[in-house]
């Protein structure tokens, strides 16, 4: 099964692949729901991502990833004690080392509609640069974390974090690049990354 054969389930309307990157051409200023945004931005910046009902097609959807790239054999690089926490009773092969994985398997603090980036900070990469990661990027997520823009994620980590606020707050936007991107400012210094979103409903 390919990673785009599920995009929006439950009630919510389908939205074929193609239909994404005929609208995404004309995705900006678009007056249209945030998770729409990101979707047709994310796809454009080069993401892949599986939308879940429930837990279990979170599963469902991490093994369908790691069949298609042949990564049975492969540990999950992460620096993310939240993630593990969730998935504990999976018994995921994590390891907290660099050098012996191709794969990180992270969370993010939200999800940027208007330009389809995923923001992290030191609670997922502690210091680390995004050009240190490895260039296949698995981020779980939830709906509620999709927000509008940077500067409302912004005040949200400030709300979330009162008494610290977290250090390293890096959006990954440019996952390939391409004829539009090549020459934005924000993708310099950057590697193009092979990225796959899980997408949990929570709301």
Known sequence: MGVFDRLFGGGKKKISKEELETRGEHATGLNI?????FTINFTKNGGKFIYCENFNEVLDGLNN?????????HLFYTLDDNLKERFVNEKLPFTSLRKESDI????????????????????????????????????????????????EALK?????????????????????LSDENKNDFLSYGSASKNIYLLLLEDY
């Open 104 to 151: 990180f398997f992270t969370t993010c603090e939200n999800l940027i509609a208007h330009n389809g980036s995923i923001l992290v900070c030191s609670h997922q990469i502690k210091e680390h640069k995004l050009t240190e990661l490895p260039t296949n990027l698995i981020v779980f997520a939830t709906t509620s974390q999709l927000i509008d823009s940077i500067s």
């Open 65 to 73: 990833i790691v069949s298609e790239n042949n990564w049975q054999n």
């Open 156 to 176: 949200e980590i400030k709300n979330k974090y009162k008494t610290r606020i977290p250090d390293n707050i890096t959006a990954l936007k440019h996952f390939q």
């Open 33 to 37: 729901p945030v998770d729409e945004k």
